[in-house]
């Protein structure tokens, strides 16, 4: 097969791989397992950075959508953010790409995979560490735990040796296995979650109308056995001691907790976070450790001085504790990353909560692959785990 022709084919495989994969749906996560194999067998540098960049602008293709309708404006800011995303994706596998083995050292190019696999994983190249193979974990191994992501990590790398094929069918084959025995995590006995129809005014509509809206519908879930009641990302705007208050006095009577996104305005910015709103008072539950990149999280601000957006809290707070349990929370893009989640779990916790205000991503798949990859993580590690968005 001529040369060029192979790399052309090699691009256009790993756009698929990255279009299909990430789809929205969890069992095509581990479509992704095929993007090693395709970079391993480059034959050159640049073919394994255009097929870097081929897979991640496939699997992200919803960003200039959703930045276009997140600020109201034109396709073009969207596209060029969506480009920017992918540099560190990129830039990782294209440095640490090997020639091939009868060239160099065996197990040479799968060692160089396991270190941008990491890389990719973990801040500061994983803050845009979307559609990261390992994710697939969740579906190749349901309920392995550790295990599970570390054969999943083996089987990554395998694909980029000389046994890519046997590997890339065995992993192929614990897929149809998992797939044909599918189920869906469990949603913890006693919790409800509320999905809301708000669009763009959740978060933004701090009327007392819309909180006694929002209290009616709590109130309507508060059935037989119901104690936790999830509410989305930003449900409650800003959180102030006013928005506390009416909110304690619309839960009188009720023994139940709700779990809310609000906003905490601070020094400097703002935090992202989960309220509880309880019998024993009101509290911030969670400061979000990753929000979204440009839109939320600016850091360039406060290097010039100024203030606003959101802080991220990196590493703080992996888990919290409720009523004797410990929660792993995970906030809108949180979702889209890999090391917000495995920080959470190597807590060991008892409950998974999964919020996102995804109205900005109409006519794309992102919130579809957000809870996609929540649900993954939580089949990983036998989790229940309670979702609530709003679009």
């Not at 192979?6 to 969890?26: F, K, N, P």
């Not at 006995?189 to 669009?199: E, F, I, P, T």
């Not at 979000?288 to 600016?298: A, I, K, T």
């Amino acid at each position: 097969m001529p040369a060029r022709f192979r790399s052309l084919l090699l691009v256009a495989v790993a756009i698929i791989v990255g279009r299909v994969g990430w789809s929205g749906h969890v069992l095509t996560l581990p479509i992704a397992i095929i993007f090693p194999a395709l970079w391993a067998l480059s034959p050159s540098r640049v073919v394994a950075g255009m097929v870097s960049a081929g897979y991640f602008l496939a699997a992200s293709r919803g960003l200039p959508q959703g930045v276009a309708n997140f600020y109201a404006a034109d396709f073009w800011p969207g596209l060029l953010l969506w480009i920017a995303a992918s540099v560190a994706f990129v830039a990782v596998h294209t440095v640490l790409w090997a020639m091939r083995p009868e060239q160099g050292l065996p197990g040479r190019r799968a060692l160089r995979y396991l270190v941008a696999m990491v890389l990719i994983g973990l801040p500061p190249f994983g803050i845009t560490g979307w559609a990261h193979p390992l994710t697939a974990a969740g579906v190749l191994f349901p309920g392995w735990g550790w295990w599970g992501l570390a054969a999943t990590a083996t089987g990554l790398a395998t694909t980029t040796s000389r046994f890519w094929p046997a590997a890339v069918l065995a992993l192929a084959g614990f897929w149809l296995w998992s797939a044909a025995k599918w189920t869906q995590p469990g949603v913890p006995q006693g919790w409800k979650s509320v999905d809301l129809k708000y669009g763009a005014s959740l978060g933004r509509d701090g009327s007392l109308d819309r909180h006694r809206d929002l209290i009616a519908t709590v109130r309507a879930q508060a059935d037989d056995g119901t104690r936790f009641v999830v509410l989305p990302e930003s449900a409650l705007g800003f959180w102030t001691p006013t928005i506390a208050r009416l909110w304690q006095d619309g839960l009188q009577g009720l023994d139940l907790t709700v779990i809310a996104g609000a906003a905490v305005i601070n020094t400097g910015g703002y935090d992202n976070v989960m309220v509880v709103i309880s019998t024993d008072g009101p509290r911030v539950l969670y400061r979000e450790r990753m929000p979204v990149p440009v839109s939320m999280w600016q850091p360039w601000r406060a290097w010039s001085g100024h203030d606003g957006g959101a802080h991220a809290n990196f590493f703080a707070n992996p888990v919290v504790e409720l009523s004797g349990r410990k929660i792993a929370p995970l906030i809108c893009y949180e979702q889209l990353i890999v090391w917000p989640a495995l920080q959470s779990i190597l807590h060991s916790p008892d409950i998974m909560v999964a919020t996102g205000n995804g109205w900005w991503t109409v006519g794309t798949s992102i919130a579809e692959i957000q809870q996609a990859s929540a649900i993954a993580w939580a089949r990983l590690f036998s989790l229940p785990i309670v979702i609530a968005f709003n679009m």
